[in-house]
């Protein structure tokens, strides 16, 4: 029995990784979320008998620490975060305190034998980029967002774990994911939420900023792959879709796949948190995957199969 545990498992990404590990009946998953953002609707224990549910702030070492010496965790998938341009811009200060969390998984993984942690940092590592593709040994580190710090700050802790104690590690970092789970928070999802409502879709400046969308299939194939492979150990893995848009296009592409009513309505640019543009190198990313990428439209046609945004 392979005994695994998840922080932030109640999340849209984690939730889907659950679930796909889950199939596996050798597995023991054990899924630990404060529920902030969250939810437990999104967790497969109804159809899973392999899940365990503790609601728990990872942040808190006297709370988490308790569950790792109770099961001897063998891999650790750390995905639990403050998310959200909005949520992680108005509460800075509980963004920072997600560093107490990075260090405490890494110090009970090393004090209780864990074989390797993976984490989910984020494509805000990058900044404003200075080059494109975004290439995974390219990090300018010139965001001033407390959302990028911390995860510059959980890579650096990953890196340093593995060099003083040989902890084990693999960085995903992600790019815009969507999926049917996700919450309305999010631009695909509250676009899609507007316009199947025949509401208006707002979005920030002139819509020129550009962001690639990966599909959540492909993105927890990708890492599950990396897992059950052995792929990337102590390395870095961009995870994103491979082509290029611009918000403009995104919200008008949907309007038309939905048939909307809906109009684009633009409003002030964000002073801060709204990067002109990401596109990341996939070249690992497609190392671990055995199929093309889902197209947008394809993936926004599966998302519309089953609207199951969660607020």
Do not use: W
Request: aromatic residues 10%; contains cysteine; glycine residues 6%.
């Amino acid at each position: 029995m392979i005994k695994i545990l998840i922080t932030g498992g109640a999340g849209f990404i984690p939730s889907a990784l659950v679930e796909k590990l889950a199939q596996n009946a050798d597995h023991k998953i054990v899924i630990v979320d404060n529920l902030l953002t969250g939810s437990i609707s999104k967790i497969p224990v109804s159809i899973h008998n392999n899940i365990k549910f503790i609601k728990c702030n990872v942040n808190e070492f006297a709370d988490i620490s308790s569950i790792f010496y109770a099961y001897s965790f063998d891999y650790v998938f750390h995905y639990a975060a403050m998310v959200g341009v909005s949520r992680t811009q108005e509460h800075p200060v509980r963004v920072l305190e997600d560093i107490s969390g990075i260090k405490n998984i890494l110090t009970l993984s090393k004090n209780t034998g864990v074989k390797r942690v993976y984490f989910s940092s984020s494509s805000e590592v990058y900044g404003e980029p200075v080059e494109f593709p975004q290439n995974e040994h390219t990090t300018p580190l010139n965001s001033r967002l407390p959302y990028a710090i911390v995860k510059n700050v959980g890579e650096a802790y990953l890196k340093s774990y593995k060099k003083e104690y040989d902890l084990d590690y693999t960085i995903f970092r992600f790019f815009n994911t969507y999926g049917q789970k996700q919450s309305k928070d999010f631009v695909v999802s509250k676009f899609i939420s507007n316009a199947i409502n025949n509401k208006d879709i707002t979005i920030y400046g002139d819509g020129s900023q550009t962001r690639t969308f990966c599909y959540i299939s492909d993105n927890i194939d990708a890492t599950i792959n990396a897992f059950y492979g052995n792929k990337f150990v102590n390395d870095v893995v961009n995870i994103g879709g491979n082509t290029e848009i611009t918000i403009l296009e995104l919200a008008q592409t949907i309007i038309q796949i939905t048939n909307s009513n809906s109009k684009i309505v633009h409003v002030p640019a964000l002073e801060e948190g709204d990067m002109s543009r990401r596109n990341p190198d996939i070249t690992k990313m497609k190392q671990l995957l055995n199929n093309d990428l889902i197209t947008l439209e394809e993936g926004l046609k599966l998302v519309l199969k089953n609207t199951q945004f969660i607020l």
